[in-house]
């Protein structure tokens, strides 16, 4: 499938959703939205992909954040429009029962970095920078930067870059919890491709079950979390894969998961 603003491929059983308007160093219009939208949907039907990895296209830039020149002229209604677009399209991405990695191989400012922190993790090159310089447009950040970037980061270090608009570099974002590792520029790929491959070699019923559990789980009390546990545990046993994975440690053998 083909898309104006994003390219969509496949690697084996891993999908590269790669945002690409590199000349706006790959900054978030409406159609860019749209089609990211298209893509992650075409991923979440597809049962040869099991892991999606989000990038920028080009060298310089994941996404550069909402694209200013389209948000210059609107209106308080258009504004808020296409903030519940940027929202919905996240919080697509964050809840779709697979897993989904974002690449950052530059900016990730703003709605960039609001992506980024949809996604279950993130892994960045050491070229990379991170900021949600929002106030320094005379807004607020509007595609979830305000409550991902606390629950991430915690509330003291949110605020700090919300108010401040400061652009951090990738050793501050791993230090501060934003990133899980920080690779070299020339490797980026080839290490988060590595990582996807071997979450899709799981068993995928129980990899999209930890997902579940973990973000309906992160919402509640400990007492119903602990419930959800228990539910997504007790239906792992309802799988093939688990009767595989199992009976393959028995057998002293690698394990041949079906993703049933
Ligand atoms: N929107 C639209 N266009 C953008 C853009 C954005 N967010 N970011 C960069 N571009 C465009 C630039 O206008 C420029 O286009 P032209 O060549 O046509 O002039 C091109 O991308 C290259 O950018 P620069 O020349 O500025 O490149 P640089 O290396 O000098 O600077 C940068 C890079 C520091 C990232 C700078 O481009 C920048 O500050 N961009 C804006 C970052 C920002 O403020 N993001 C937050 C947007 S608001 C938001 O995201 C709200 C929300 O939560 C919904």
Known sequence: MEFANVLLDKV???AILTINRPKALNALNRDTLLDIKAAVEVFRDDPDTAVMIIKGAGDKSFVAGADITYMLNINAMQAREFGLLGQ???????????PV????NGFALGGGCELAMACDFRICSDKSKFGQPEVGLGVTPGFGGTQRLPRLVGTGMAKQLLYSADIIEADEALRIGLVNAVVDADTL??????????IASKGQVSVRLCKVAVNEGMQADINRAMTI???VFGLCFATTDQKEG???????????????
């Open 88 to 98: 919905s399209v996240f919080s697509l991405i964050e809840t779709i029962e697979k």
């Open 246 to 260: 199992m009976s393959a440690f028995v057998e002293k053998r690698k394990a041949l998961f079906t993703g049933k």
């Open 189 to 198: 790929m080839d290490y988060v491709m590595k990582l996807a491959k071997r």
């Open 12 to 14: 084996d059983n891993v």
């Open 229 to 231: 546990e228990a539910d």
């Open 101 to 104: 990695i974002a690449a950052i």
